[in-house]
């Protein structure tokens, strides 16, 4: 269901999803409308499936709020398709994302505007500022692991993917959107990494937020955190060297041979190292390097998890080189890639 004003000339669209927040929604309506007013705006409201009557105070607000438009998903489709399903009706050139709750005050909006203004970023997100916000422990230290890993995994220039507001170049989600495949927890990930893969210019901006939610973690459950950690290695997986590359059956059945030649090749030198190894000289070093003081049931599958690990780490590395490489412009000799 969607209910619409005539249309005007919008130069901003501010698209705010909903869920099951009827307690508040009509205050804040109004209090982001106040925030904007006077401007060429339109905010779209996407009821994403509420059970309460979060669409009634929607729309409510409607009757003081000529630039509000009411959009009403008939079931919850999470917070990424939602905020999608807006960007399809809106009609702005800059799309700001920004979350209904309000934990995050409607005047940073124009704080993002000014600094694209300035500095004519592609996409403006907003990030916690470390240094005014109090949130539980619980979410802080998830908030830190999670950063961490996004960090590790992609190399972003943004030190934030999943802060409520954020302001993008129409342009970026007509490109970026097509691409996408996550609609709930880590949807905001996948939108940067797209972003930063087209080679727009991102952008970031300390925000206070005012964790105002019941309860250590809020809505994120742990059933929610351990959904958006699989989702985050999708999106990895989707946007690796990997990915791109597609190896034949052939080119696969190769990176077995060529991984099953390295331990072939480990136990050989191991064997052959070994009486070299084992002289009294050198037999200290080799008592210290290959932990030989620990038992030996507890210090093979020691040796074997590390190994493994190391492994993991070296691919995740090379991943981020190979992309970079193949990222690169066309130097005009042989060390260019030049495709027709």
């Known amino acids: 269901m969607i209910a619409s004003r005539k249309k005007k000339r919008i130069q901003i669209s501010i698209i705010v999803p909903a869920y099951n927040e009827g307690f508040h929604i009509y205050e804040n309506l109004l209090t982001i409308y106040k925030a904007v007013k006077g401007q060429k705006v339109e905010i779209i409201l996407v009821d994403d499936g509420s059970d309460d009557n979060t669409f009634e105070e929607s729309l409510r607000a409607s009757q003081k709020c000529r630039a509000l438009k009411l959009i009403q998903m008939q079931n919850n489709v999470g917070k990424g398709a939602s905020l999608f399903r807006g960007f399809a009706e809106?009609?702005?050139?800059?799309?700001?994302?920004?979350?209904?709750d309000l934990e995050i005050a409607p005047q940073y909006i124009h704080k993002l505007l000014d600094v694209m203004q300035k500095t004519n970023a592609d996409v403006v997100a907003g990030v916690k500022d470390p240094t005014t916000?109090?949130?539980?422990a619980p979410r802080k230290l998830m908030?830190?692991?999670?950063?961490?890993?996004?960090?590790f995994l992609f190399d972003l220039n943004i030190t934030d993917t999943q802060t409520g507001i954020k302001l993008f170049k129409r342009e970026v989600l007509e490109n970026a959107i097509p691409r996408m495949s996550v609609s709930r927890f880590a949807f905001d990930l996948e939108l940067v990494v797209a972003a930063a893969r087209?080679?727009?210019?991102?952008?970031?901006v300390p925000v206070e937020v005012l964790y105002a939610r019941k309860g250590g973690m809020g809505r994120m459950k742990f059933g929610n955190l351990l959904a958006t950690f699989r989702d985050t290695l999708i999106i990895y997986f989707r946007a690796s060297f990997w990915r791109w590359l597609e190896p034949s059956i052939s080119t696969q059945i190769w990176m077995f041979i060529f991984v099953l030649g390295v331990f072939l090749a480990g136990i050989g030198f191991a064997k052959v190292l070994s009486p070299i190894i084992l002289q009294p000289a050198l037999d200290r070093v080799s008592y210290i390097i290959f932990l030989r003081f620990i038992p030996a049931a507890i210090r093979d599958p020691?040796?074997?998890?590390?190994?493994v690990l190391t492994v993991l780490l070296s691919l995740i590395q090379l991943n981020k080189s190979l992309l970079n490489a193949f990222a690169r412009k066309d130097r005009g000799d042989l060390a260019g890639i030049l495709r027709k």
């Open 90 to 100: 809106a009609q702005g050139e800059k799309i700001v994302f920004f979350d209904s």
């Open 133 to 136: 916000n109090r949130f539980p």
């Open 143 to 151: 908030s830190a692991i999670y950063r961490t890993t996004v960090r």
């Open 198 to 204: 087209f080679g727009y210019s991102i952008v970031e």
């Open 302 to 307: 020691m040796l074997a998890i590390a190994g």
